[in-house]
């Protein structure tokens, strides 16, 4: 049994999934995310169908109502009325303030229902809140302990912020200005798609390789990086993506690489590495890391990483750093 919560995202707005993601950051040491865009996805993940035989059971589900394939309504009712989810509590946000549309829910056996704020800050100030209640107050169904195992956690996280240097905490203009990246390009109806694991999106060198397994987060910045004009790819695992690197032909303009070290198969440190000794000129690899000290800092630029950013990440600083050494 895991000690992270299990959130399981149900929205198929990018721009909205990054706030929702953002209002989670003060708790996401102790807080998985789990994404599906359609109605469908999100039945298939509960119900452990198909590519997600392993997925865990959610603590929490965000549901959002306008939704492809099944709409929120449909996912509501069929969880609700399965006995094996029905205790699951379900959060639904929506942009609609309509008593029918509330009421509809309620009737459903929706544990709350919230309205989007339309302001970027107050989006994220109601997640955290959201967050904060779920997983700090309400005691949640589930095996012996667990409830009891997440609040001892959140209250740890609360007592480390507290103890924190002034200067290491974001203020309320930094996760302004995150959001406002994550929103670029909010109300599209579709995106262009990069390609998964080959290195050749659209069949040109990419200018951004993000190698990470946490698939929210690879959506996230293929959603912000391809609305800055970007081409970018992915891979989700160590293994794969070392040998996409090495195979990979680059121009003179050297494709950013986006690397965690945390990755199934290889470490991103190996990978760094093994880059750098076969190919020293022919990515500029920044970290991109939850090991924040300052020996795992030394060793990434030591084996040649140009930059070093710890998680969370700011999309701001992402982008702004991105820039610079692509168009810098």
């Not at 309205?115 to 949640?140: N, Q, S, Y």
Request: net charge negative; aromatic share 6%.
């Amino acid at each position: 049994m895991t000690d992270s919560a299990q959130i399981l995202i149900v929205e198929d707005n990018l721009a909205d999934v990054g706030l929702v993601r953002e209002g989670f950051t003060a708790l996401e040491s102790h807080v998985e995310l789990h994404l599906c865009r359609d109605g469908a996805e999100a039945l298939a993940f509960l119900r452990r169908e198909g590519e997600f035989s392993e997925a865990p059971r959610p603590d929490l589900i965000l549901l959002d109502l306008n939704i492809p394939k099944k709409n929120g309504r449909e996912v509501l009712a069929a969880v609700k009325g399965d006995e094996n989810l029905a205790t699951i509590p379900i959060v639904v946000l929506s942009t609609s303030a309509a008593e029918t549309d509330v009421e509809d829910c309620y009737r459903l056996h929706a544990n709350a229902y919230v309205v989007k704020p339309l302001r970027l800050d107050e989006f994220i100030e109601a997640m955290t809140t959201v967050g904060h209640f779920w997983l700090g107050c309400a005691t949640l169904h589930g095996p012996p302990g667990r409830a009891e195992s997440l609040r001892r956690k959140q209250r740890a996280t609360k007592a480390i912020e507290r103890s924190s240097a002034p200067g290491d905490e974001a203020d309320a203009a930094d996760e302004a200005d995150v959001a406002t990246v994550a929103a670029e390009g909010a109300g599209q109806d579709e995106r262009q798609t990069a390609s998964k694991g080959n290195g050749k999106p659209n069949g040109e060198i990419p200018d951004v390789i993000v190698v990470e397994d946490d698939r929210v987060a690879v959506e996230m910045l293929e959603y912000a990086f391809t609305n800055a004009g970007y081409s970018v790819t992915s891979f989700m695992d160590g293994s794969t993506a070392l040998a996409g690197l090495l195979e990979l032909e680059t121009g003179s303009r050297k494709p950013v690489v986006l690397l965690d070290v945390d990755l199934p198969g290889t470490d991103g440190f190996k990978i760094l590495r093994e880059i750098n000794a076969a190919r020293p000129d022919a990515y500029q690899i920044v970290m991109c890391t939850m090991h924040k000290s300052e020996a795992s800092q030394v060793l990434g630029f030591k084996s040649g990483a140009v930059d070093y950013l710890v998680k969370p990440l700011r999309f701001p600083v992402v982008m702004a750093k991105v820039r610079r050494l692509l168009d810098g």
